[in-house]
């Protein structure tokens, strides 16, 4: 079974990299068979801070956003990421933690798998699959590594929305090809350890739009082509 899909280098390591796409569609379908499979509402939690890891949760579609509360100044909520289908959650409680380090609610309607916690660490599955899970985690680290660096505003804050770009709602009153993302400024302040200030000139030039006047949380973007660029520019990709 191929369990490395990556005719490239920068797949792992890319702002469109997912576990789906990390392995290819066999082993994908592999780590589904058998599993439990639900619906979601937007806005339902799928675990909380604190939490026993007693399972990993395979998102199939939509997106879900992933919070922590603590571990610095002011110990508010803050965006770790956005994560889509294709994704793994909550693999690294039941591989090591065993407690869950975040909040992760439905973000979109989603559909969700759950992989038991036996299952996951159970030798079969591993020998299976445990290389590409390795390395998927392994590219997440590397995400945070790169999201927390200061110095290229735009490609950090781009590579934080790539992930939305396929759950668009557009502009029905104007012909521009505009999209409006749902999220708030401040948001991607708290994710990249950058000022409100900073965001605020990030998202007012292309390929961003601004945020439209009273719509709040609602983000433009003028050029979803070249906000998948700005992304690919942090990992350094062509």
Known sequence: MNLCNNS?????MGPNRTFQALVGPAAWNGVLKGTERRKLPAGR??????????FVIV?????VRVD???????????????RRGGDLIGDLAVLGFGVRTATVTAYTDCEVAIVPGE??????????YGLAISSYIAGRHWEAQMLA???????????????LLDHEERRTRSVAN?????????DLASCLGIGAKQVRQVVSVTPFGGTLAGRRGRLVVEDPEGLR????RLGGLP
């Open 178 to 186: 505009d999209i409006q993302l749902p999220v708030v400024q401040r």
């Open 149 to 163: 660096q200061p110095g290229d505003n735009r490609a950090r804050v781009a590579w934080v929305l790539v992930p």
């Open 59 to 63: 998102v199939i579609s939509g997106v």
């Open 45 to 54: 939690k799928l675990v909380g801070q604190g939490d026993v890891g007693a």
């Open 119 to 128: 299952t996951f660490r159970s030798p079969g599955f591993q020998r299976d």
């Open 8 to 12: 490239s280098s920068g797949l792992l």
């Open 68 to 82: 922590q509360i603590g571990g610095g100044a002011g110990a508010g909520k803050r965006l770790l990421a956005f």
């Open 229 to 232: 660029a700005a992304a690919a």
